[in-house]
């Protein structure tokens, strides 16, 4: 028993010979069949229209020797009909390729600032369990420092070399302080001014400013870099959607799908072969984008491969606080060396004793019985960046196959049926077929193709450029010349080996190695938006929904007799009701990723 589809398509093969015997014999005799069709597509009444077969002198485009039932006035319409379903035709083309590359720059972005804010509450937590004596007045710099991180990931002009600089300037006052000085505080400004200034001049961190400066350029970069790419395909895409169509191209399109209608032969369809012709001359131009756009996405591949260790942003966001412990502690141990060097600098201060300020919990937040749900260790960062890439790798000859396409999936008609190949209904299309591109347009018998397009120009240089960015941002087996900041900064020559100098290997504290689980979450759409300030400090700790302290409290990391003790048994009382969120805590992360 035949299917609907078979039905319909032997109904249309029958009603097409009908037609086809009708008006290779008579003509068509009556124009209602055609009055109907062109007041739907028009949606509404037309006066006017011939009731039948006429004279067609005043056309211009589908011009016959036979009556016709169009006058002037409909093949005008018919003529800007014919382009808004080119353009409805590339925008459905398209609409996979676009959704798949805007709901992963979203998710993308989403997964950063998510990123961004759990290794600022790691920050966090480490000043308030180990470091609680300074923990207030470190809060202002923990959350400055991450502010520009997630500026910078997200295409603002800021210097990676100047902020990290500017965290380390800012800590050494506090830990000279609170560490090196416990108990007593200089109540002059200027006085802490100048150690400030004295930082860069004494190291008391050792290293660890040169290597998070390393690692930070080294992921940052690449991820700032990727998303700037996402961005600019949509772009592509979206300037390709909406195309320019040029008069010749018009005619070709009102000729191939409309000038039937007049000849009463409503359910045609071109030949395959003519179809090519005429979509091949119209988007001649856009295919000159195809070796851009495969590259473009082979450039996207390998710098997404070359993103892993220390490269990696996950991986260096969240071991961010191990670093910063490791420069503490490092300041401690040199305390007497760094007091003397201070006080040749700066003079001994007039101090007055204070009592430090305690670090507090934000006592309004009750405990909800949470619980970390178990981690998938498949579901990370680089595993969904890995899935995003292989499924844009299927679309690499969007632009070099979209002209076929459109005719494969929808416009032409079926091989062996009869088509319309421009002026007739006939068995088969006997004119050449040109390929894609423009060269191939010099022997196209339908539409005629001059010079180009400067708006695909442009569209192709700015696909040139994000290339060379990401194939400069991909970092190679032997060396990666990392040039940090927006404008300038610092600029040196990187090994792509991991050693211990680059801290990938973990802090003298013990490197964390945490995955960041990825779960559903509804993205409503593609827009970049700017990264909400957060508050993050010993009082407002982001949180999320499910955690139990019991679970957090087994994790524990020393660093000789110092302890990073995560239970919060060092802080007020108010602690039992605080739910240490960032600990090893799954993250709720967008699905669509």
């Given at each position: 028993m035949m299917d609907a589809r078979t039905w319909r398509v032997g109904w249309r093969c029958l009603l097409l010979l009908v037609i086809f015997g009708s008006t290779r014999s008579e003509g068509v005799q009556s124009c209602e069949e055609v009055r109907k069709l062109f007041q739907w597509r028009l949606a509404g009444a037309v006066k006017g229209l011939p009731d039948s077969p006429r004279a067609g002198s005043d056309l211009q485009v589908c011009i016959s020797e036979k009556p016709t039932c169009c006058t002037r006035k409909m093949e005008e319409r018919y003529h800007i009909v014919a382009r808004e379903d080119m353009q409805q035709a590339l925008q459905t083309a398209s609409s996979t390729l676009k959704f798949l590359i805007s709901r992963n720059a979203a998710a993308f972005q989403e997964t950063l600032e998510t990123l961004i804010r759990q290794a600022e509450n790691y920050t966090s937590i480490l000043f308030c369990n180990t470091y609680r004596n300074m923990a207030l007045e470190a809060a202002a710099t923990v959350q400055e420092f991450f502010t520009d991180v997630g500026l910078y990931l997200f295409g603002a002009d800021v210097n990676p070399e100047e902020f990290v600089n500017r965290f380390f300037d800012s800590l050494f006052p506090l830990v000279y302080n609170y560490l090196i000085n416990p108990g007593i505080t200089d109540s002059s400004l200027e006085y802490s001014e100048c150690i400030r200034m004295a930082r860069r001049d004494i190291s008391p961190f050792g290293n660890i400013p040169k290597r998070v400066m390393g690692q930070m350029g080294r992921s940052l970069l690449p991820s700032r870099t990727l998303l700037q790419a996402l961005n600019l395909g949509i772009e592509v895409i979206n300037t390709t959607d909406h195309l320019h169509v040029s008069k010749e191209c018009g005619r070709a399109l009102l000729r191939m799908q409309y000038c039937p209608h007049c000849q009463g032969l409503m359910l045609s369809k071109p030949c395959m072969g003519y179809c090519l012709n005429v979509m091949r001359g119209c988007l001649a131009y856009m295919a000159e984008l195809n070796p851009h756009w495969h590259a473009y996405i082979r450039s996207l591949e390998e710098l997404s491969d070359a993103m892993h260790g220390t490269y990696d942003i996950e991986h260096v966001l969240l071991n961010f606080h191990l670093l910063v412990n490791d420069a503490v502690m490092q300041a401690h141990l040199n305390g007497q060396k760094l007091s003397e060097q201070v006080n040749k600098i700066c003079g001994h201060p007039i101090r007055t004793p204070t009592q430090s300020p305690r670090c507090s919990f934000d006592g309004s937040k009750e405990k909800h019985g949470m619980k970390i749900s178990p981690r998938n260790g498949e579901e990370?960062?680089?595993?969904?960046?890995?899935?995003?890439?292989?499924?844009?790798?299927?679309?690499?000859?969007?632009?070099?196959?979209?002209?076929?396409?459109?005719?494969?999936?929808?416009?032409?008609?079926?091989?062996?049926?009869?088509?319309?190949?421009?002026?007739?209904?006939?068995?088969?299309?006997?004119?050449?077929?040109?390929?894609?591109?423009?060269?191939?347009?010099?022997?196209?018998?339908?539409?005629?193709?001059?010079?180009?397009?400067?708006?695909?120009?442009?569209?192709?240089?700015?696909?040139?450029?994000?290339?060379?960015?990401?194939?400069?941002?991909?970092?190679?087996?032997?060396?990666?010349?990392?040039?940090?900041?927006?404008?300038?900064?610092?600029?040196?020559?990187?090994?792509?080996?991991?050693?211990?100098?680059?801290?990938?290997?973990?802090?003298?504290?013990?490197?964390?190695?945490?995955?960041?689980?990825?779960?559903?979450?509804?993205?409503?759409?593609?827009?970049?938006?700017?990264?909400?300030?957060?508050?993050?400090?010993?009082?407002?700790?982001?949180?999320?929904?499910?955690?139990?302290?019991?679970?957090?409290?087994?994790?524990h990391q020393t660093d000789g007799d110092s302890t990073f003790d995560t239970t919060g048994a060092g802080c007020t009382a108010a602690t039992e009701s605080m739910t240490f969120t960032l600990m090893g805590a799954v993250m709720i992360l967008p699905g669509l990723w």
């Open positions: 990370t960062l680089a595993s969904r960046r890995k899935e995003f890439i292989n499924s844009l790798r299927l679309h690499r000859t969007f632009y070099g196959a979209l002209a076929d396409q459109l005719c494969v999936n929808d416009l032409a008609a079926a091989d062996g049926l009869p088509c319309w190949n421009g002026e007739d209904i006939v068995k088969s299309y006997n004119q050449p077929v040109v390929g894609n591109g423009i060269k191939a347009q010099s022997g196209n018998p339908e539409v005629k193709v001059k010079g180009t397009d400067p708006v695909i120009n442009q569209i192709i240089d700015k696909l040139k450029h994000v290339i060379q960015l990401l194939q400069g941002r991909s970092p190679k087996p032997d060396k990666w010349e990392l040039q940090m900041g927006s404008g300038g900064g610092m600029v040196e020559q990187i090994s792509g080996d991991c050693d211990d100098e680059d801290g990938c290997g973990g802090s003298g504290s013990g490197e964390v190695k945490r995955t960041l689980k990825v779960t559903d979450l509804n993205i409503s759409g593609s827009s970049v938006r700017a990264r909400e300030k957060i508050g993050i400090n010993c009082m407002y700790l982001w949180m999320p929904e499910e955690m139990n302290l019991s679970d957090i409290k087994q994790i």
